[in-house]
């Protein structure tokens, strides 16, 4: 794996390292390694495309240090489409998270009137911006049916990012699953 350009950006220098379909992006300090994407989520790129969970998972296995995983976290939680101020209520707030953290839910209906729900959500934390957007890949668009299937675990788990979390996000992050299970049961009582 070779360099194969640099680029400079007002904010800082952005180093891109090509390997087949991945790209390295690093805009680090000496001695800081890159950071590996896939091109599609460069942060100056297009928003976050939501269902891209498998995406996700790969560029996590991809990325061989916590330090790397995290950066990549926080990158993903920038790339949440944006909160409007308006929506920053009791209502949308979600209990049992030490951060501030706010998720709405819509819900549409679907191929042969199956409901499907999406979200949005916003944190004041930067990590727990990045669990969100892994949340919202992970379930926004799916039908009701399939939302109460997932197993949001097991797909920690496969990232190994459920034991590199503190007890308290870890905490924050159950109470996140457990608020979309719970739209989800809801939407199906009304269907």
């Known amino acids: 794996m070779g360099l194969s350009r640099a680029v400079s950006c007002p904010d800082r220098a952005r180093f891109f390292i090509s390997r087949g379909s991945e790209t390295a992006i690093g805009g680090f300090k000496a001695g800081r390694r890159p950071l590996y994407l896939t ?4 942060h100056q790129g297009p928003p976050l495309p939501m269902g891209a969970i498998d995406d ?3 560029d996590f296995e991809f990325l061989d240090d916590w330090e790397d995983r995290y950066r990549y976290l926080i990158e993903l939680g920038r790339q949440l489409e944006p909160f409007p ?3 920053r209520s009791e209502a949308t707030k979600v209990r049992g998270c030490v951060s501030q953290v706010w998720l709405k839910t819509d819900l549409q209906t679907g191929d042969g009137g199956v409901p499907r729900l999406s979200f949005v959500g916003d944190s ?3 990590i727990v911006r990045g669990l969100i957007a892994l949340l919202v890949a992970l379930y926004s668009g799916q039908r009701v049916d399939r939302i109460l299937e997932i197993d949001a675990e097991s ?3 496969s990232i190994g990012l459920r034991e590199h979390l503190t007890p308290q996000r870890s905490n924050g992050l159950s109470a996140m699953v457990e608020r979309i ?3 989800a049961r809801e939407a199906v009582l009304t269907d």
């Open 39 to 42: 091109e599609r989520y460069h």
């Open 56 to 58: 996700i998972i790969a």
């Open 85 to 87: 101020e308006a929506l």
């Open 124 to 126: 004041d934390a930067h």
């Open 155 to 157: 797909v920690l788990e």
């Open 181 to 183: 299970r719970r739209e």
